[in-house]
């Protein structure tokens, strides 16, 4: 099982999607509920195929809770797995204050606690590449609520890429399933963390991911006076 719940608050909207697999192949017939709602096997309007989900359009139906998912395999299989889920929360203050980063350079950011938050993850995308996979994040490894985003965020890896970038923090619970969210964030995530889900018969990754509403930069190229 590999999964995670998604509340974006710059689009208004909470995603849930799971990945099933049995015996290396994908389960199409479970029945999975999370907090009683059903989710929807390989919907058609998804961007992803072949995984359960369910979309509100309520941001906070399932914020700031602890939630069950429910998980029935025909007379196979049937457990419930307790997940909680992270508040919305918002950057507070972003350093340059004017958002300008003449030449590139590292951005600061301070943001407010989230409910129930294991962790967060710094991203930072080129405004046009932005829910493409591409783009910077990593988790932040700061014991409070502050934390920089490096010069490397702001370039290919060898030279600075100019334009606007827009910059996010991410809440996250659990261990969200890495690949599949990725799906529907800005940026991917920067890695997948430990095994969360341990039952019998039931191994796995999943948590929640609340994005913040976003701030932006503007890397451009410095002249000298």
């Known amino acids: 099982m590999s999964g995670a719940l998604i509340a974006d608050q710059n689009l208004d909207s909470t995603i849930v999607v799971i990945d099933l697999v049995r015996n290396d192949s994908n389960l199409t017939g479970a029945d999975i509920t999370f907090d009683g709602d059903s989710l929807v096997y390989n919907t058609i309007n998804l961007s992803v195929d072949y995984v359960y989900s369910l979309t509100d359009t309520s941001l906070t139906e399932y914020l700031n809770s602890s939630c069950n998912i429910d998980i029935r395999d025909s007379s196979y299989f049937h457990d419930t797995v307790t997940v909680n889920v992270t508040d919305t929360f918002s950057i507070l203050t972003i350093e340059p204050p004017n958002r300008l980063l003449p030449g590139g350079g590292p951005v600061a ?117």
């Open 109 to 225: 950011l301070t943001w407010s606690g989230a409910a129930n938050a294991d962790g967060y993850i710094l991203a930072a995308v080129l405004k046009d590449e932005v829910y493409s996979g591409q783009g910077y994040s990593a988790y932040s490894t700061s014991l409070n609520t502050a934390d920089n985003i490096p010069t490397a965020a702001f370039t290919d890896g060898v030279n600075t890429v100019f334009g606007w970038y827009y910059i996010y923090v991410y809440a996250y619970t659990g261990s969200p399933g890495s690949i599949l969210a990725g799906e529907f964030l800005p940026t991917s995530l920067p890695g997948q963390l430990a095994t969360n889900i341990n039952v019998t018969n039931l191994q796995g990754h999943f948590g929640s991911l609340v994005v913040c509403a976003k701030d932006s930069v503007n890397v451009f190229v410095a002249t000298a006076r």
